[in-house]
T-cell receptor
Framework: AQSVTQLDSHVSVSEGTPVLLRCNYSSSYSPSLFWYVQHPNKGLQLLLKYTSAATLVKGINGFEAEFKKSETSFHLTKPSAHMSDAAEYFCVVSDRKNTGFQKLVFGTGTRLLVSP | DAGVIQSPRHEVTEMGQEVTLRCKPISGHDYLFWYRQTMMRGLELLIYFNNNVPIDDSGMPEDRFSAKMPNASFSTLKIQPSEPRDSAVYFC?????????????FGPGTRLTVT
């Protein structure tokens, strides 16, 4: 069965410094991987996705993630944090099979705090 | 597009009362999902529909929970009777058919408090 582990429950950065949110996955098949963001009192929004094309994936708001099969990782990065990036971030995995629908499995989330 | 619409945004009810949560998916999306989010258990998939048909309800916690999708533009999640442990944020999400069915669009959620 597929699973994801988000290695940090909280990450604190200063505005203008790089962001790194770590995620490791486990999957029986070729996985699809996603990052979602949830701002306070809002629904989840898709940031970016990996579905077997380029291993470096670019998303919205300057975020990107790199799929590393050898390390079973899909870390989320951003070169320079902005105050508006403060939110909860979820790493998500889904096994891609030829048939049937595989559920999305959400990580426990990483809360990103950005200080001035 | 207005996105996924959920109502009400907040619901406070007493234990034993019936609660109905509503969702309007994005037009043209074939899949609809109901999730529950709590601090203890994170985000859990309760049930999902494909073309208005319930496909997997294995995440529904117990018989007190039921969900319907009478047409492509409306779904309900009902809890009867409600209990304090049902307090959570309930999200509805929708997605397109393959190959984009894994990209889910979430509504703003309904915060349910059962006293």
């Amino acid at each position: 069965a597929q699973s994801v582990t988000q290695l940090d429950s909280h990450v604190s950065v200063s505005e203008g410094t790089p962001v790194l949110l770590r995620c490791n996955y486990s999957s029986s098949y070729s996985p699809s991987l996603f990052w979602y963001v949830q701002h306070p009192n809002k629904g989840l929004q898709l940031l970016l996705k990996y579905t077997s094309a380029a291993t470096l994936v670019k998303g919205i708001n300057g975020f990107e993630a790199e799929f590393k099969k050898s390390e079973t990782s899909f870390h989320l990065t951003k070169p320079s944090a902005h105050m508006s990036d403060a939110a909860e971030y979820f790493c998500v995995v889904s096994d891609r099979k030829n048939t049937g629908f595989q559920k999305l499995v959400f990580g426990t989330g990483t809360r990103l705090l950005v200080s001035p | 597009d207005a996105g996924v619409i959920q109502s009400p945004r907040h619901e406070v009810t007493e234990m034993g009362q019936e609660v109905t949560l509503r969702c309007k998916p994005i037009s043209g999306h074939d899949y609809l999902f109901w999730y529950r989010q709590t601090m203890m258990r994170g985000l859990e998939l309760l049930i999902y529909f494909n073309n208005n048909v319930p496909i997997d309800d294995s995440g529904m916690p117990e018989d007190r929970f039921s969900a319907k999708m009478p047409n492509a533009s409306f779904s309900t999640l009902k809890i009867q009777p409600s209990e304090p442990r049902d307090s959570a944020v309930y999200f509805c999400a929708s997605s397109l058919r393959p190959p984009r069915r894994y990209e889910q669009y979430f509504g703003p959620g309904t915060r349910l408090t059962v006293t």
